[in-house]
Structures are given as structure tokens and as C-alpha cells.
């Protein structure tokens, strides 16, 4: 008898749970209140930004969305996630078909593929697409198509203690690898903690430290048309360079393959217990609010290559497709390239322009002169190929390895080469 | 009472009917079957279907992404340190408690402030002392190693986070340290339900303190024992926020648990697969519902709990 | 036993029990007693102590090298910036609300059941309480994504009323656990000199059995207001608006890859501890009898 009635409230627990699954199937249709079939045009549109500072993405945002508004009459909501955990949201979001309307994230190519994603033609005022840098543009350009269209950009360069440098007797920083290395000793060999260089090959950005090395090596992540070259010799030669300041020489911090930058590289040079680290904008924001570092930003030290090489990184708003919104999207874009909204937004938080005009506009700051300068030659990573999306995270996970004590440059580069050539 | 009221099981009176029952039960009922079922469900789905990078259901995968999850070469070393992991932390948290529940159970100047910082660790967010301790830790920056080689208990500095050897060890610590609150002051409970006659009676037999903690105390501890220990077992093999932010240096999966290797199926590693964190969270879920049961058969849940 | 769990046990109450011990050791623990305590206190609040003088001095020097524990420069004010942003008020006012508004939702639907289970016999009766224990094991991080779909269909997404459901019914296993013990471990004959006064089911309830069952009530409070008040993963998925944020998700914004502030992050967690704590004071002297109910008979 007992045995029956559970059966029974066994039996309506799984009709419940079934209708749960129907309701589940269905509901992939709205795409959460932006209305609308064929021509119908929506009220509003959602924004998911990454957070870049606590101090100025969300004003600037905010601000924004008024100004879009005021000019267009459509709302602007807008969500700020941290950069952490914007792509499990983001995913999430995707999963649900509940994508926002426009997307800042650090890949596109992917959502291109899947083809999620609105075209420049689509969306994108012909001003604004002559107007981005070119090799933004490229690297924004996925099957003939641009779609990657860059919020900012940053730029590395090789960040130096000018103090330390005197202590060790050096005069300027290096150029090449073999007086990085040399220089690198000295500043270790002054003793008291001090590390003549900051190496952070941990999962946070791994990607970033290998790649302005290996660009200023001539290596490359691909070849001109598209195919592989991870396990290319100078990649492997790049690498077992930084295994080698790292193990032999001991000139890096402890266990750099899990060292990230955040908490890990940046604090020891801001600190002064570094004398060398590949920098970027926030740093020399962090470094002059906090006065500590007598600091220097130089070129990257290169060989085989005809001169220093930078290495840049830009983030995307991706522009989803959703039905009735491509008009909103496109007055999006349109105010988001305005001069005035651009690059006040890229000078508070710190980066570097995108455009052209932005260029002007930046270019008479001497202390981004480093960066300007390069920034048309720009060295990226292949973004536009949507096997690195996958093939960044393997990097990210992997590529610390090869740094250990018992690491193997060239069979992890060699792993890395099969997951590309796999198609991630 | 009449005296030929028939006897009934200690506590209970008698039987329900089924609706009225059901309508007692309506609001837990309702809110486990509509928050808590739904999403059962949907990872049900999720782990037999196949996913882009980017999150589109691009398929069905039939039982596919728990063949993967099978066949991934990390699989052994995560359910190894989930092991490690959960009995250790349990165990030591069980065995610290005791003796800390012990210690509290006693009349002292000053227990009540005792007391009130015991929970500190339990009312802070997993989230920030986990950050806390990947700070307390760190190698060049971290209080820990530069106090320990004041003290000369380390001849020189760790890298408790970084060296493989010492970051089970420094994982446990973080979660023995925050498990500890809750399970003490379960035992405290269980030690006060204990009533006075049965110390006496001990006592007039000439038992020694060791011998009456270990012949006394313990058993009759045995309900708050089994309360705290499947408590903890299933909230240290959810728990998530320590093995993740301690590991956030570390690549690859060397030192992930099963909840964080699933977690970074979805969305760290090569694989980015939905899919197959689903079908690792549906191996997951019954993970812990077999050892949690097995648990339970293993100390006679049925008598304890009426 | 029955009569031992009956009555709100609290060791403040009940005389030290007298065991064979040597005489000298009664004296030496009036000393040695408080001294442990003093030194187990220190152990367990060590680390916040450094999370506290960390957020007394400028961010840059949190992660400096040596770390030392008294700060180099002090900082006094982070505490008051902190209390100061609009930012910081409203994920407090959040937290506050969704871990109230939860605790009372759990309280609300666990009473019922709880009680129901552990008076009466009926049909489906260990059917239900094995969903409730089988509910205890799942974690929202793995049920994250489902959650959202659910809100999302239900256009609750970014919603209080979403997270505060949420935290009810992954908590609420717990609460009926605790408080069916505690209600078995009353007496019958309470029940029943009830009834006899002329007392309906629920009348029962809510006079004669919920007072005696105060330090289960005061058991599921506690640990459902600190799980509801820590909870991360589902906030973050659910909660759009900044000021919508608990602040669990909000205080992450201090400290970013590109621009860190630690000094407000450990100041804004040490904040976010006291209203636990203050709860916790106010009613811990029911939480001892607590806990074990569900087990003692």
C-alpha cells in the first residue's frame, strides 16, 4: 500500500519534471523583450560590457546609454560584468538564446562563425569602417567580412626600474636578447629579493607574454595564409629562452609558469622588486597614481628582425542578430565611434585609440609616443580564425609547463600545433 | 488518556491522508519542484547535446559527452584529489571540532567572545577568504611563509600555492579552516544534549577521563557525528570557490576537484565544452548521492533518524 | 531522551559535570581556560585581522614584498569611502533584503513540512524526505545555467524575487532536516493536551510546538540567512543592474585586471561580515540546542 501511494507521488514528480522539460523547449523563440517580427522595430537593446575599472566603465556607460537616449529615443540597458566571469555569462547567455543586442568581449570570430553576428555592411557607418586602423581591421575580418569591430586597444612595451638599472650599472635598457639576458643577471645579482625579470606565463595571459616575445623573434602564431605555425623554430626557440631565464640563468621570479599578472608580476615591479616586465597602459596608470617606481617604457629587445615589434590586443563589441534591432545596433556604433565618445572613454580608462582620428587625437601625448608610434604595425593574435578561441585557452593552460624545471618547450608547443591543426 | 489507548511510535500520531499531506507539503513542494527540478532537467539536456564554443546547441550528442568526460586524461588526477580532498578535510574538520566542542562545552571567563569569533570564518564568503588565503599564501607577498621562517619552522620561503607538493596541503588548510565553525558548534550541541546522570554514573564507577570520553562521550555524540559529517561531505565536494581561487595560478587541471573540473570544462579549457560539463555535473550529482547514501547505509541511518 | 531535547538546551545552563580530575587542575583552569580561548579566538580571526589591516593601508602595498603586518603607511579612511559610494549601499541594501526575504520564505515553507514529516504517518512521507536530502546535494554551480533559463523564460531575469526564490529552495532541504528532528523530539503528550483543548492541527502548531521547537527555528535561520547572504554564482548570473548585485558579485568590481583596489575590497569585506555576525549574537544562545535535533531522540 505504502509502496503504491510513493509510486503515485513518484509519478507526479516525473509528470512535473516532464512538463518542466516541455516548457524548456519552447520558450527559445523570444529572445527577452526586444519584440518584434520582420520589420518591427524594437524599443531597446541590451549592452553586456566587461569591466575594465571600477572607477570609469560604468560611468562612462551610463553616460552613454542617456546620450543614446537622448539622440535616438531607444533605451540602452546596460549590464557590467566582470572580466572573470564575462565569458561563462556570456556563454550562458548564448546557451539560453538570450544574447545581448551588442557584446564586449575579447573574441568574435566564433560568434561569426555560428554566424550570430552582424557584418560591418550591416551595421557599421562606412565613415566609421575607413576610419579604423587597418590592421584592427584585418584582424577583425573573418570569411571576406568584418565583424570584429575594436572598442580599445593596448599596447606592450618593456617597462624598466630606472633605479634598479643604476644600482646595476646598466645605462639603457636592452635591445637585443643577448643584453636582456646579461642585463637581467646584473639587476638579480644585486640580491635583497630583487628579480632582474618579471615572467608571467600563468593562465591569465599567457598568451600575451609568449607572443611579444616570439614576435620580436620573428615568430609567428600563423603564416600568411591561415595554416598553423605553433611549433615553428623560433616559437620553440622563444620559448626555451624564457625557460631559460626562468631555470638556468634564475633570473625571473619564482615558478613563473604560475605566476599570472595581476597578483604575481605586476605587484613585484610596482613594488620595486623587479627591474624588467612587459607592461601596458593601466600599469604606467597604476605606477604613476602610486608614485613608488622611478619607471621607464622602452621597446621590446628583438633579434631576427629588422627592428622592435609590438605586440597589441584589442577587445570587440560584437553586434548580435536579433529580429527588428539592426537599426538600434547601427546608431550604436555610430555614437560609439563619435570622436567624443570613443576616445574620452580609451583616455580615461587608459588604453589606446582604435581609428584613425583617434590617433590624431592621442598622438600628442609624449608619454604614449612608444605606443602610437608602432601602433598602425601592430602585431596581433589571429583573432579572426575561430579555432584561437579555442587554441588561446589551450595556450593559457598549457604553455606554463614549459617554463618548470622539467618543461619541454618544444613537446608543448608541439601539442598545441596538433589541438590547432584539429580545429581546437 | 484512556487506558487502552493503543501504542503508538514514540512521537507520531497517526496517518494523514495523502492530500491533506500534500497540501502541508505544497510550499517546500513547490518551490523545490519549480526552482529546483527545472534546472535538473535543463542539465539533463545540456549533457546530451553538443555545443559550439560560444554556447549554441548546435546538436544532439546522444551519450557522447560522458563518453568524453570518461576517456579525458586529467579524469584519474581530479577524482584522486576530490578524494584527497573531501576525506581530509572532513576527517581533520571531524577530529578538530571534537576537541574544540570539547574545549567550549566548559565554563570559562570569556567563552561567550570565544564563541562569537568562531564564526567569523563561517559568516565571511567563501569567495573573499579564498582570496584572502591566495594572498596569506603567496610566495613573495604572503604573511604565511614570511612567519613561519621567523619562527625557523621553514628554513626558507614555500610556494605553497605554486609547488605541487604544498597546494593539496594549503587547499585543505583553507577548507578545514572554514568548515571548522559549523561542525563545532554542531558537536556543542550534541555534547549539551548529553544529560548529567550518565557523567555521574561514570564517575561513581571510577572512570577515568580518557576513558569516559572515548566510552561515553563519543557514542552518545553519534547522532551530531553523523549530522556534521554528511553535512560536511556534501558541502566540501560542492564546494567550489576554494580549489578555484587557490588554483587560479595553475594551469592545466592538476589540482582540480571534480566541481571545478567541471566548471572548467564549460569555460577555461581547450575543450569549452557545455556539453560535456553538463554530463560531468550529471556524474557529479551522482557522485555524491552514492557515497552519500553509502555513508548513511554504513552507519545505520534509519536507526538514528525516526 | 524525549525529554531532553523538549527543552532549549544550552550548556550556559547546566552545571559542569563533575568528573574525576586531580585537584590541582581546578585550580590552574580558572588560568589556562581562558588563555586557550584567548588563543583559539586569535586563531580563528587571525586572517581577518590581516584583511582588516590590509584595508588600512594604500592598495600598492597590499601585495608588497616582505609583507609586513602592521602597515607601512595607514590609510584611515578606506572604511568610510567605502560606506560612502552609492555602489557599495545598494549591494548591501540587496544582500540584505534577498538573505531576510529567503530565511523568511524557508521559514514559511519548511515549518509546514517539517512538522507534518515528523508527527504524522502518511504516503510518500520518506519519499519526500529523500527528496529533500537528495535537493541538499546539488550545487548551484553545476544547475547555474538551468536557473537562468528558468528565470529567463519566466521574465524574472534580474528580478529579487528570482535570487530570493533561488536561495529559499536550495536551502530549504536543511531547514526541514533540522526542524523535523525537533519536532520529533517532542513529546506527545504535548500534541495531546493540545487536541484535547479543542486546539486545530495548525493551532497546534503555531501555540504549543513552534515555541518548544525555538532553537531548531533559530538553527534554520543562521544557516540559511549566511548561505543566502554568500551566495555567488546564481547572483551573478541572475542580477544585471549594478545596484541589483548583492555584495557577494559587487565587491569583485574593486579589483580588476586592469586597476586594483584592495584597500576597498577588504575593507567593503570586512563590512559585509558584520551583519552576520550581529545576527549571530543576537541569537546564539538558542543556536546550541539546535543543531543535533535532528538526530538525538
Known amino acids: 500500500m505504502a509502496l503504491k501511494r510513493t509510486a503515485l507521488l513518484g509519478g507526479a514528480m516525473a509528470a512535473l519534471v516532464g512538463l518542466a522539460g516541455c516548457g524548456g523547449g519552447t520558450g527559445s523563440s523570444s529572445s527577452g523583450g526586444n519584440g518584434g517580427n520582420g520589420g518591427k522595430q524594437v524599443s531597446s537593446i541590451k549592452l553586456v560590457a566587461a569591466e575594465y575599472s571600477a572607477d570609469h566603465t560604468k560611468a562612462f556607460w551610463d553616460q552613454f546609454a542617456k546620450t543614446y537616449k537622448q539622440k535616438y529615443g531607444i533605451d540602452l540597458n546596460v549590464q557590467i560584468i566582470s572580466w572573470d566571469d564575462i565569458a561563462q555569462q556570456s556563454t550562458t547567455m548564448v546557451q539560453n538564446n538570450n544574447a545581448p543586442d551588442i557584446l564586449n568581449i575579447n573574441y568574435y570570430s566564433s560568434y561569426a562563425k555560428d554566424n550570430l553576428l552582424y557584418s560591418a555592411d550591416d551595421v557599421l557607418p562606412s565613415s566609421v569602417q575607413s576610419d579604423l586602423l587597418d590592421s584592427f581591421k584585418i584582424s577583425g575580418t573573418f570569411n571576406d567580412k568584418l565583424y570584429g569591430f575594436p572598442d580599445l586597444s593596448s599596447a606592450r612595451a618593456l617597462f624598466y626600474n630606472k633605479t634598479l638599472f643604476q644600482r646595476a650599472g646598466i645605462s639603457a635598457p636592452p635591445t637585443n636578447w643577448n643584453d636582456f639576458e646579461a642585463d637581467a643577471k646584473k639587476i638579480t645579482a644585486l640580491g635583497g629579493g630583487v628579480v632582474g625579470y618579471a615572467e608571467p606565463l600563468g593562465p591569465e595571459e599567457a598568451q600575451a607574454e609568449f607572443s611579444i616575445w616570439t614576435f620580436n623573434n620573428g615568430g609567428t602564431w600563423q603564416d600568411d595564409s591561415g595554416h598553423w605555425t605553433i611549433n615553428s623554430d623560433r616559437n620553440v626557440q622563444t620559448l626555451q629562452f624564457l625557460k631559460k631565464l626562468a631555470v638556468t640563468d634564475k633570473v625571473t621570479q619564482n615558478n613563473p609558469g604560475k605566476t599570472n599578472r595581476t597578483d604575481g608580476a605586476f605587484p613585484l615591479f610596482e613594488n620595486n622588486k623587479a627591474g624588467m616586465i612587459v607592461g601596458f597602459g593601466p600599469l604606467s596608470a597604476q605606477l604613476d597614481k602610486d608614485k613608488k617606481v622611478n619607471y621607464g617604457i622602452a621597446p621590446m629587445p628583438y633579434q631576427n628582425v629588422s627592428g622592435p615589434q609590438t605586440y597589441g590586443v584589442t577587445d570587440y563589441l560584437d553586434a548580435f542578430k536579433k529580429p527588428g534591432n539592426q537599426q538600434a545596433v547601427k546608431d550604436f556604433y555610430e555614437l560609439y565611434y563619435q570622436p567624443d565618445q570613443v576616445n574620452t572613454w580609451i583616455k580615461s580608462e587608459g588604453f589606446l585609440p582604435v581609428t584613425k582620428s583617434g590617433l590624431q587625437v592621442f598622438s600628442s601625448d609624449a608619454a604614449l609616443k612608444v605606443y602610437i608610434d608602432t601602433l598602425p604595425n601592430i602585431h596581433l593574435t589571429p583573432n579572426q580564425d575561430p579555432t584561437w578561441d579555442k587554441v588561446l585557452l589551450a595556450v593559457q593552460q598549457q604553455i606554463g609547463a614549459a617554463v618548470a624545471p622539467n618543461g619541454d618547450p618544444k613537446k608543448v608547443l608541439d601539442t598545441l600545433q596538433q589541438t590547432a591543426q584539429a580545429g581546437g | ?306 | ?297
Open chain 2, 1 to 306: 488518556m484512556p487506558a487502552n489507548a493503543p501504542r503508538r511510535k514514540p512521537g507520531r500520531r497517526g496517518r494523514l491522508p495523502f492530500w491533506t499531506a500534500l497540501l502541508w507539503l505544497s510550499p517546500a513542494l513547490v518551490l523545490i519542484a519549480g526552482v529546483v527540478a527545472y534546472p535538473v532537467v535543463e542539465l539533463v539536456k545540456a549533457s546530451l547535446g553538443t555545443y559550439s564554443i560560444t554556447g549554441l546547441r548546435t546538436g544532439s550528442a546522444g551519450l557522447g559527452n560522458f563518453a568524453k568526460v570518461l576517456h579525458h586524461p586529467d579524469l584519474g588526477t581530479v577524482l584522486r584529489n576530490t578524494a584527497e580532498w573531501v576525506v581530509l578535510v572532513v576527517a581533520i574538520t571531524i577530529v578538530l571540532s571534537l576537541g574544540l566542542a570539547q574545549f567550549l562545552s566548559k565554563q570559562f571567563f570569556g567563552r561567550r567572545v570565544v564563541r562569537w569569533a568562531i564564526i567569523v570564518p563561517w559568516a565571511a564568503s567563501l569567495v573573499i577568504t579564498a582570496r584572502l588565503f591566495t594572498l596569506l599564501f603567496d610566495f613573495y607577498h604572503g604573511l604565511i611563509d614570511r612567519v613561519l621562517v621567523a619562527l625557523h619552522v621553514l628554513p626558507h620561503p614555500v610556494d605553497f600555492l605554486g609547488d605541487d607538493h604544498w597546494t593539496m596541503p594549503s587547499m585543505i588548510v583553507v577548507g578545514v579552516f572554514v568548515s571548522l565553525p559549523f561542525t563545532c558548534y554542531v558537536l556543542l550541541a550534541g555534547l549539551a544534549a548529553i544529560p548529567d546522570d550518565v557523567y555521574e554514573a561514570a564517575r561513581i564507577d571510577g572512570a577515568r577521563p580518557w576513558q569516559l570520553y572515548r566510552q561515553v562521550t563519543l557514542p552518545l555524540l553519534r547522532p551530531a557525528l553523523l549530522v556534521a559529517s554528511v553535512l560536511n561531505i556534501i558541502y566540501v565536494f560542492n564546494s567550489f570557490p576554494i580549489v578555484y581561487t587557490l588554483n587560479d595560478r595553475n594551469p592545466g587541471f592538476r589540482h582540480d576537484t571534480s566541481i571545478t573540473f567541471m566548471y572548467k570544462l564549460a569555460f577555461k579549457s581547450a575543450e569549452h565544452s557545455v556539453g560535456m560539463s553538463a554530463a560531468a555535473g550529471v556524474f557529479n550529482v551522482l557522485g555524491i548521492l552514492v557515497v552519500v547514501l553509502a555513508y548513511l547505509k554504513l552507519v545505520s541511518w534509519r536507526e538514528a533518524v525516526r
Open chain 3, 1 to 297: 531522551m524525549t525529554a531532553v531535547a523538549s527543552r532549549p538546551v544550552t550548556s550556559e545552563r547546566r552545571p559542569e559535570p563533575a568528573v574525576n580530575r586531580p585537584a590541582g587542575w581546578r585550580r590552574a583552569r580558572r588560568f589556562v581556560l581562558p588563555l586557550g580561548g584567548l588563543l583559539v579566538a586569535l586563531a580563528f580571526l587571525a586572517p581577518y585581522l590581516v584583511m582588516v589591516l590590509d584595508a588600512l593601508r594604500p592598495s600598492s602595498d597590499v601585495l608588497d614584498s616582505p609583507p609586513t603586518l602592521l602597515p607601512r603607511h595607514w590609510q584611515l579612511g578606506t572604511f568610510g569611502t567605502v560606506l560612502g559610494q552609492d555602489s557599495f549601499r545598494n549591494w548591501l541594501k540587496t544582500s540584505l533584503l534577498v538573505a531576510g526575504s529567503s530565511t523568511a520564505i524557508v521559514l514559511v515553507a519548511s515549518v509546514p513540512a517539517a512538522y507534518i514529516t515528523a508527527r504524522f504517518r502518511f504516503p510518500g512521507r520518506s519519499a519526500f524526505l529523500l527528496l529533500v536530502l537528495i535537493t541538499q546535494m546539488f550545487s548551484p554551480t553545476s544547475l547555474v545555467v538551468g536557473i537562468y533559463r528558468e528565470f529567463f523564460e519566466a521574465n524574472l531575469v534580474n528580478s529579487y524575487f528570482a535570487i530570493i526564490l533561488t536561495n529559499a529552495a536550495f536551502n530549504l532541504a536543511f531547514a526541514v532536516w533540522i526542524l523535523h528532528g525537533f519536532f520529533t523530539g517532542i513529546p506527545q503528550d504535548v500534541e495531546e493536551a493540545a487536541e484535547l483543548d479543542g486546539c486545530s492541527r495548525v493551532g497546534t502548531l503555531w501555540r504549543v510546538m513552534l515555541p518548544l521547537t525555538r532553537p531548531g527555528l533559530v538553527t534554520a535561520v543562521i544557516f540559511t540567512f549566511i548561505a543566502a547572504w554568500n551566495e555567488y554564482v546564481v547572483a551573478l548570473t541572475l542580477m544585471v543592474d549594478d545596484a541589483k548585485k548583492p555584495l557577494t558579485v559587487g565587491i569583485n568590481s574593486y579589483v580588476t585586471g586592469y586597476s586594483q583596489h584592495w584597500d576597498q575590497l577588504f575593507a567593503a569585506s570586512i563590512i559585509a561580515i558584520v551583519p552576520v555576525v550581529i545576527l549571530f549574537a543576537a541569537i546564539e544562545k538558542y543556536l546550541v540546542g539546535g543543531l543535533t535535533a535532528g538526530s538525538v531522540k
